[in-house]
């Protein structure tokens, strides 16, 4: 999978996560969010997450080559795995309790958030491997 945004986008990406995870305490903390308004700011909350995430799952790194590009396929699936595994266990709960009311729509999201600390880590494993190939 290659990448397409430039450079600057990671730091951006995370800014964003950050203003999604902080933005609903914040406004919360004002006084701004009513039993009106609560499932906006939810999603906007997991709009902005989702954006950012995609952000740093696309951007260059800045020694952008093929073992990273390779390292970002294995992320894919990886990520693909552990939220398999994270829905699987939501599932069995959800049956071990019998809870018949709640329904998670929040996959997407879990594997976006699972697939960037996977790139992270295939990122960070080349830099060390090529760190100590010299």
């Known amino acids: 999978m290659k990448a397409l945004l430039p450079v600057y986008c990671r730091p951006l990406g995370y800014l964003m996560i950050a203003l999604g995870m902080f933005m609903p305490i914040s406004m919360a903390l004002m006084g701004k969010v009513t039993?009106?308004?609560?499932?906006?700011?939810?999603?906007?909350?997991?709009?902005f997450m989702v954006m950012g995430c995609?952000?740093?799952?696309?951007?260059?790194?800045k020694e952008e080559n093929r073992e990273i590009e390779e390292g970002r396929n294995r992320a894919v699936r990886n990520a693909m795995?552990?939220?398999?595994?994270i829905l699987f266990f939501n599932m069995v709960y959800r049956v071990y309790t019998r809870d018949l009311t709640s329904a998670d729509s929040s996959t997407f999201l879990i594997f976006l958030?699972?697939?960037?600390?996977?790139?992270?880590?295939e990122i960070n494993r080349v830099k060390i491997r090529n760190l100590f190939k010299r």
């Not at 995609?54 to 790194?61: C, E, P, Q, Y």
């Not at 795995?81 to 595994?85: A, G, K, N, R």
């Open 54 to 61: 995609l952000m740093i799952i696309f951007a260059f790194s």
């Open 81 to 85: 795995f552990i939220t398999v595994l």
């Open 35 to 47: 039993d009106f308004n609560l499932v906006f700011y939810k999603e906007c909350s997991r709009l």
């Open 113 to 121: 958030i699972a697939n960037v600390l996977c790139v992270e880590y």
